[in-house]
């Protein structure tokens, strides 16, 4: 079936960067776009920004840009978001979603969590 | 960006209940509108995309209806399954913006 697994949870340093996993099974991975969206705790979904797979293209929403990265190796069907210069309020649960552009984020992972804590 | 602005943030409800949530947006998206139920500690789950097509395998007492700026998630008769917290976004400019959730919770 169509899933997306993510790598399980990290507890990072103030200050350090995170990397967390999304392997797609189940589908054609370059056919559809990759989203991360984050939650903290008790609180609403926040979007990330997306990736073209196929192309590697990248977008970020303002709040993230210079210090989130994403990227993706095609021959693993797995992408990647990696964040940096981690602070408190980062602690939250990062999720992948895929986009099927025209009908919404029909496919989430599980979700990793990541505590920033010194 | 597109702010969306949801009401109410909390239902108290009934089982057998009808239940209206609004979105609003911030500035026209046409009908490009999702709704999400998430359930604690799990992802979000695609309800309704473009406004008002149903998700395969989603019950039919879930409907969505409205397009520019106004928009409805209906459920028509709740479920003990049904409470959760619900998500509007907006899929028509980056970036993708969502409302505030609303909890849907019983009375």
Redesign the interface.
Known sequence: QVQLVQSGAEVKKPGASVKVSCKASGYTFTSYEI?W?RQATGQ????M??MNPNSGNT?Y??KFQGRVTFTRNTSRSTAYMELSSLRSDDTAVY?C?R????????V????TTVTVSS | DIQMTQSPSTLSTSVGDRVTITCRASQSISSWL?W?Q?KPGK????L???AS?L?SGVPSRFSGSGSGTEFTLSISSLQPDDFATY?C?Q?NR????????TKVEIK
Do not use: R
Request: hydrophobic content about 30%; overall charge negative; glycine content about 16%.
């Open positions: 989203n969206v609403g979904l926040e979007w920004g997306w977008g929403a303002q999720y979603a986009d099927t552009q025209l009908n919404g984020m029909d989430w992972g599980q979700g | 999702a999400y998430q992802a979000p789950k695609l309704i995309y473009k097509s998700e998500y976004q899929y980056y970036p993708w913006t969502f409302g505030q959730g």
